[in-house]
């Protein structure tokens, strides 16, 4: 990807310097439940669990120990990298959403971390891997996680991996500003858990869509090979291919986020159309 002396965003905080040892109270699991709660209620509510997220979180962490260093010219570089790539995501998302006469696009924060990271959604380590809190509207991204896609995984890497990622994220925040994420979790509310599972993979997939369609409006900027590196990582995050790495069997009941050729489609679908009106991955699950 061409990034190098391109303009930065100014929604980057990188706290990759910074790293907190200690036990965390609210992490995986039940950081998953309180982004479940924000997105459900939302706006005051919202607001009004975040205190007790971290009351709970307060009570129940016992030692922590907070140290800094100063980041390497590669972590500097790779810093400089992702205020690019969310800068581009700023600029996409301003013009789709002029065109499509979505109102002002609220432009999120990024958060760069390692370890351990306090949120609106409360404290999250890293093995949360990269992930939104509706409750802040920040992405929240370890970078250690990109080389446990490839080593663990099986993706290729490269800077567009990361990229696809990111735009993923940032698709959450835009399901976020548009009422789909509420939406979700309303329609979840007295559904089995395999009918609810169907809705979080729709979510998903939506997501990797918008992902798709930021690298339409970002195409001047691509190097040859880029695709493939987001194809490749969005087959490894595919339920399927996770479970049978990790498992060795799969459970399609199961499944939250689709099947590696879910994911690739679906952000080719974004690629390829450049069409917003083209996102309804609800239609295409649940019929």
Known sequence: ?????????GNLDDRRGMSTKGKVAAGGGVIAVIVILLQLFGGETGQQIAPIVEQINNSRTTTQQ????????????????????LADTEDVWNQLFRQNNLGDYKEPQMVLFTDVVNTRCGKASSASGPFYC????????DLAFFKELRTRFG???????????????IGHHVQTLLGTSRQVQQAKQGRSQADANKLSVAQELQADFYAGLWAHYNKKYLDEGDIEEALSAAQAVGDDAIQKRTRGYVQPDSFTHGTSRQRMEWFMKGFRSGDMSQHDTFKAILN
């Open 1 to 9: 990807m061409k990034w190098k002396g391109r303009r930065k965003s």
């Open 155 to 169: 993706a290729k890497g490269g800077d567009f991996a990361i990229a696809y990622v990111t735009a993923h994220e």
């Open 66 to 85: 907070t140290t800094s260093r100063e980041l390497t010219s590669a972590e500097q570089e790779m810093g400089d990298f992702m205020a690019t790539v």
């Open 134 to 141: 509706p409750g802040d509207q920040k992405v929240y991204m």
